[in-house]
């Protein structure tokens, strides 16, 4: 079994910053991507940035130039610097961690993190 453990989420004012943690821990063999999503209360959960083994970057279109993924492989932690946040980044954010084993894909989630910008 593979834990997630989110943490930097909070309240901070528009245009400030944040840096979310994703620590992972446990049976980890072969990981092929991380990332992290965003979910508002009644939405869709929705993809925020991966990345992938290789550090291959995604992002979606409303945060790019404003946040930036890495990966910590030595400590198994993900990370997402979020830099001037603006009132519609205020989501819970989740991380992801894809592993792969013998051909078959397997999605791990964390518990959330809250993360509030006021206006």
């Known amino acids: 079994q593979v834990q997630l453990v989110e943490s930097g989420g909070g309240l901070v004012q528009a245009g400030g910053s944040l840096r979310l943690s994703c620590a992972a821990s446990?049976?980890?063999?072969?990981?092929?991507?991380m990332g992290w999503y965003r979910q508002v209360f009644g939405k869709q959960r929705e993809l925020v940035a991966t990345?992938?083994?290789?550090?291959?970057?995604n992002y979606e279109d409303s945060v790019k130039g404003r946040f930036t993924i890495s990966r910590d492989h030595a400590k198994n932690t993900m990370y997402l610097q979020m830099n001037s946040l603006k009132p519609e980044d205020t989501a819970v954010y989740y991380c992801?961690?894809?592993?792969?084993?013998?051909?078959?894909?397997?999605?791990?989630w964390g518990q959330g993190t809250q993360v509030t910008v006021s206006s």
């Open positions: 992801l961690l894809t592993s792969t084993w013998y051909g078959d894909e397997y999605d791990y």
């Open positions: 446990g049976s980890i063999d072969s990981i092929k991507a």
């Open positions: 990345i992938t083994s290789s550090g291959s970057t």
